[in-house]
């Protein structure tokens, strides 16, 4: 086979920061390459660096026998390099065949040339196994279907390689399964493809070879078709990994329950007469894609939104709720899903992060609003000796942790407060194999010690090793929980497609 | 062709942080000079003046002194607001109203101590000042409505309304038909602190609150929600910090800055309110906050400075014979050269490839 794609020595730095340390590596023609590693192992610099937005310090990219001209995404595109970013770069207001062809119109010219488009559109569609309709707005897509207009419109500019960033991050496994069939039929026709992911069961399905990318380096190259999954999450992470096992524990009396629960605004996905039970020590799975009114759910039940009708009963709640503050008070925890926007401000200090719920602990300030430094700087210290949060100093810039130390200081934040209910969204959505199991073990012993969580995820692994019981979301209805034990995989993949919903 | 890109610092050195906005000073010194050549002055010449017209004899630094006292106020009003990312244009009006309110209460209806009654002129003018903004804020909160276009428009409003007390019932028969305020009484007035200028106390008073809003950011629990409410206002609030109770408090926080300017200019520098009260000192206040990248104490020092090219400006004119209309264009052009120069300090400019035309 031949070489299209060929990495030597790669190296990037920020400040005195090794990004990407002497990095090589070779794409060959029609082969799927995936690169591995935790957040902050390099894959996002080096991948920004094939695509054109970053001139590494030191080393070489050649494609197809040419040196690639660094920092010019346009040269990246025109050699035949298409990249598919995590998140999408659509316009919602335009259809899909403008989206395709926008981003290549002289931003002079009067017309966009459509009809010719529209064939090519077509073809591409139908041999690569990706159906859209071409004159739907984006704005109405899933994201499946979003995606599948990402990876068309580098299609459509010809590329040769095309790289994808946490493509299943939120995809029901069916829509991975379709995913992965068209990748399939894109090698077939000559191309190649470099997969960014953490999801190493779907890695392993599709891959041909793996590089394990750590602190930077390059740590190892395997061949995806005899790896050994435990021993590539090992060498990802650098250490053992401490497997989180689940352990049943008795029921305790309700916590929480919603009555009919509806929520009817045009600011946020809908939901349809929602009911709920929760009880302390259970942990509620609820599975759904993206978009279904999970996060309207979770925002209802940390006091984010009011519900339209139907109430919410706490279990010893006699209070009026009316702010998130009250829930808080009441010892409900809000895990957001978008942990860097809606989780940690990141342009403050470490320190100034963790004590931001805690506010009114008097051993935090005085009577005045004084904040007492010295022991919101123990507190901040204990808290991140407890969960582990890595870091060089509590005065640090919260940005500059990576997203599992991000989330174990959210989550920490929380479990110091001995909350009775957890609604944790997408806990470990973009997490490296490490952290998850940190993140998830915090989870279980929560439970442990009697906390109710509900889970919300998208990753169908997770929501079977860490659930009791299993609810799926769909169109804003919520099914009724079954026990983890006598579902599996498929069904709940069938029900987020609707199936059982009416 | 030369490309160049800009990538993001990982870590500013200290020495580009400190010496950027003297950079951007520069550059804009030497911008505004080629206009003062194309005016047919000699620039070194006309420099000359403004800072001698600025700093020059204890009347002239008196004079910037008691320039810069509003414009501190005014910068401190935005500093705390665009902290929050409450984006109040509104301090013009604000300031005015504190006018309202000082002439309102200090021309005789209250009647106190010197001691007691410059505070509580201060109070009544920063509670003016506040009440104006809250509408406002309420309109924000509750129906998401723009503030940079209420507080602005609100500016016109204000000003309209004391043009039309002037002219009207509150108009002081004793001004021979000049369209002013009654005086306020001698117990309000803000005593000089530097004799035979027109140097008051109001300056101390506006260092004092620039101290105390550092304090207030810097120190206690209101200040820590309102960084953390305009830096991510998400987040804050998914770890419950109260948004509608601290966007409360920015904005009245902030019109009651913007209030005291109105007191210091109509108890300290006038004595009475007229029309002509505030030269744009509320719009002033936005350009000092930026210069001093909202750090109150900054905004002592870029409050004088923009003090002393309006001060000076005017004695350059006079000797030079060139506009005064420089001053505006010397401020522009260092505000714009700062928020450049916040570029440069946050990224690195790359250059990369010469490309060859073929």
Redesign the interface.
């Known amino acids: 086979m031949t070489t299209l794609l060929k990495v030597e020595k790669i190296t990037k730095k920020?400040?005195d920061?090794y990004a990407n340390d002497q990095i090589s590596f070779e794409v060959k023609k029609s082969e799927v390459l995936a690169i591995l590693g935790e957040n902050g192992a390099g894959k996002t610099t080096l991948m920004n660096i094939l695509f054109g937005h970053?001139?590494p310090d030191a080393g070489n990219v050649n494609f197809e026998g040419n040196a690639i001209?660094?920092?010019?995404t346009n040269n990246a595109i025109k050699l035949g390099i298409g990249m598919v970013h995590q998140h999408f770069t659509l316009a919602e207001n335009l259809t899909v065949l403008e989206n395709i062809i926008i981003g290549r119109q002289s931003i002079f010219s009067m017309s966009l040339p459509k009809r010719h488009a529209r064939v090519k559109i077509l073809e591409l569609s139908k041999k690569f196994g990706l159906p859209i309709d071409p004159d739907e707005l984006v704005a109405n897509l899933s994201v499946s279907e979003k995606q599948r207009i990402e990876i068309l419109k580098t299609l459509f500019l010809d590329c040769k390689l095309l790289i994808l960033d946490e493509p299943t991050a939120a995809l029901t496994p069916q829509e991975t399964d379709a995913l992965f069939s068209t990748i399939r039929s894109m090698i077939e026709t000559g191309l190649s493809v470099i997969l960014i992911s953490h999801k190493l069961n779907e890695i392993l399905a599709v891959s041909d070879r793996i590089i394990v990318l750590r602190n930077g380096s390059s740590v190892g190259e395997i061949d995806a078709h005899s790896a050994d999954r435990k021993k590539i999450a090992e060498m990802i992470v650098g250490k053992k990994i401490d497997y989180p096992q689940k352990k049943k524990i008795p029921r305790k009396s309700k916590v929480l329950s919603l009555v009919d629960v509806s929520y009817n605004k045009t600011d946020a996905p809908n939901l349809s007469k929602v009911n709920l039970d929760l009880y302390g020590g259970q942990i509620l799975g609820i599975a759904g894609v993206a978009g279904n009114g999970q996060t309207t759910l979770a925002k209802i039940l940390?006091g984010?939104f009011k519900p339209t009708q139907g109430k919410i009963v706490f279990n010893e709640a006699k209070s009026v709720l009316t702010?998130?503050?009250s829930f808080?008070d009441l010892g409900v925890a809000?895990i957001?899903e978008d942990r860097n926007?809606?989780?940690?401000?990141?342009?403050?200090e470490i320190w100034?992060?963790a004590i931001?719920?805690e506010?009114d602990d008097p051993y935090l300030?005085n009577s005045?609003?004084?904040?007492n430094k010295k022991t919101s700087f123990d507190r901040s210290e204990n808290l991140c000796e407890t969960y582990d949060v890595r870091m060089q100093s509590i005065k640090q810039r919260s940005r500059l942790l990576s997203g599992g130390n991000v989330q174990k200081l959210l989550l920490g934040?929380w479990l110091m407060r001995k909350p009775k209910i957890i609604i944790a969204c997408q806990p470990t959505r973009g997490l490296d194999e490490g952290a998850i199991a940190s993140i998830q073990n915090l989870l279980l012993k929560a439970q442990q010690n009697g906390s109710a969580i509900i889970l919300i995820s998208e990753d169908l692994d997770e929501l079977l090793t860490m659930s009791d019981d299993i609810s799926v979301m769909y169109k804003g209805m919520l099914s009724d929980p079954t026990e983890t034990s006598s579902t599996d995989k498929l069904s709940i993949g069938l029900r987020m497609a609707g199936d059982g919903f009416l | 062709m030369i490309k160049f890109r800009l990538e993001e610092r990982a870590k500013s050195p200290y020495w580009l942080i400190i010496l950027s906005p003297f950079i951007a000073i520069l550059v804009a010194i030497i911008l505004a000079g080629i206009l003062i050549v194309l005016a047919g002055a000699n620039p070194f010449e006309s420099y000359y003046q403004l800072i001698i017209g600025a700093f020059g004899s204890k009347n002239s630094f008196a004079e910037t002194l008691a320039r810069a006292t509003p414009i501190i106020l005014t910068g401190l009003a935005a500093s705390i607001a665009f902290r929050a990312k409450f984006w109040n244009i509104g301090a013009e009006g604000q300031l005015y109203f504190g006018a309202l309110a000082t002439t309102f209460f200090g021309t005789g209806l209250v009647v106190l101590p010197s001691i007691l009654m410059i505070p509580f002129m201060f109070i009544m003018g920063a509670l003016a000042g506040g009440l104006l903004l809250l509408p406002l804020v309420l309109l924000k909160l509750y129906y998401k409505v723009d503030e940079v276009v209420t507080t602005l428009l609100l500016n016109f409003v204000v000003v309209l309304l004391v043009s039309y007390l002037l002219e009207g019932p509150w108009k002081d028969p004793m001004s021979l038909g000049w369209p002013q305020g009654k005086s306020v009484i001698d117990e309000g007035v803000l005593p000089q602190i530097l004799s035979k200028t027109r140097l008051h106390l109001g300056f101390i008073i506006s260092i004092f609150f620039a101290f105390s809003v550092w304090f207030i950011l810097s120190k206690t629990v209101i200040g820590y929600r309102i960084k953390s409410v305009g830096l991510n206002a998400a987040a804050a609030s998914h770890a419950g910090v109260p948004i509608f109770k601290t966007v409360l408090i920015v904005a009245l926080l902030s019109g009651g800055m913007a209030g005291m300017a109105g007191v210091t200019e109509t108890a300290g520098l006038k004595g009475y309110l007229t029309l002509d009260l505030s030269p744009g000192f509320g719009y002033a206040g936005i350009a000092v906050a930026m210069l001093a990248n909202l750090n109150p104490i900054g905004v002592i020092f870029s409050g004088v400075f923009l003090a002393s090219i309006y001060v000076g400006a005017d004695a350059m004119s006079r000797a030079m014979n060139v506009p005064t209309y420089l001053a505006d264009v010397i401020v522009a052009l260092t505000v714009l050269c700062i928020l450049l120069s916040l570029v440069f300090v946050n990224y690195k400019i790359l250059f990369f490839g010469v490309k060859k035309n073929d």
């Open positions: 920020f400040g920061f970053y001139t001209e660094f920092g010019n940390s984010h702010s998130p503050k808080m809000y957001p926007s809606d989780g940690i401000v990141g342009d403050m100034e992060n931001m719920t506010m300030r005045l609003g004084i904040i934040r």
